[in-house]
């Protein structure tokens, strides 16, 4: 997907993908993914999907389908994000500035 947000595009066929979580449980409105990644120049932004009861859901009239977008988000998100999802490879590859051993 590439979309472009204040000026700035974001393409996930060319940046570098960190980490992705789900629920997707198969053909439910309830089913979500999302990806996070780090482009090239060092920014980050979330790639997310899902089905018509989600966040990502388009909106047509009076009914919604499944949809995709792209947000931009900030390190400190990044970072957020990756702890809220307890992805710890994640942490450990891209955030070693910003965690220490307790």
Same mark, same amino acid.
């Given at each position: 997907?590439?979309? =472009?947000?204040? /000026?700035?595009?974001?393409?996930? +066929? /060319? #940046?570098? *993908? ?11 409105? &309830?089913?979500?993914? +999302? /990806?996070?990644?780090?482009? &090239?120049? $060092?920014? %980050?932004? *979330? @790639?997310? %999907? $899902? $089905?018509? *009861? =989600? /966040? ?6 009076? &009914?919604?389908?499944?949809?995709? &977008? !792209?947000?931009? !988000? =900030?390190?400190? #998100?990044?970072? +957020?994000?990756? #702890? +809220?999802?307890? *992805?710890?490879?994640? !942490?450990?590859? @891209?955030?070693? $500035?910003? !965690?220490?051993?307790?």
């Amino acid at each position: 997907m590439k979309a =472009t947000i204040n /000026k700035q595009t974001y393409d996930t +066929e /060319k #940046e570098t *993908l960190i980490a992705e979580t789900s629920n997707y449980g198969g053909n439910d409105f &309830r089913a979500w993914v +999302e /990806k996070l990644y780090l482009t &090239r120049k $060092g920014n %980050w932004f *979330l @790639h997310g %999907w $899902g $089905g018509a *009861l =989600t /966040k990502y859901a388009d909106q047509y009239l009076n &009914r919604s389908s499944e949809g995709d &977008r !792209i947000i931009p !988000i =900030t390190e400190g #998100e990044a970072y +957020e994000w990756c #702890e +809220e999802h307890q *992805l710890q490879e994640a !942490i450990d590859s @891209h955030f070693k $500035g910003v !965690i220490e051993d307790a």
